[in-house]
């Protein structure tokens, strides 16, 4: 399994400057050359230490183990918002 690219990210606007919320399409190459696009939706708090607190929620089903998906999806986004 190895994420691809993350696509159609949208930053969604929110009250507290502190947390910034996505949502997007992530495309997996799962097993072969088996290709899954995968919606999400991500939340990025940062923490009064400085430290990024990533959560994922997925918005449809996959069939496939849900932690490695999960973590290279939050590694990813960890990346994006701190590029900003």
Do not use: C, H, W
């Amino acid at each position: 399994m190895k994420l691809l690219t993350i696509e159609k990210l949208l930053k969604k606007d929110t009250l507290i400057y502190y947390r910034n919320q996505y949502e997007g399409t992530a495309l997996f190459s799962l097993l072969g050359e088996k290709q899954v696009y995968v919606k999400f939706r991500s939340s990025v708090e940062i923490k009064p230490t400085g430290e990024r607190d990533v959560s994922v929620e997925l918005l449809e089903s996959i069939d496939y183990p849900l932690i490695p998906i999960l973590q290279s999806i939050k590694s990813a986004m960890r990346e994006i918002d701190q590029k900003g």
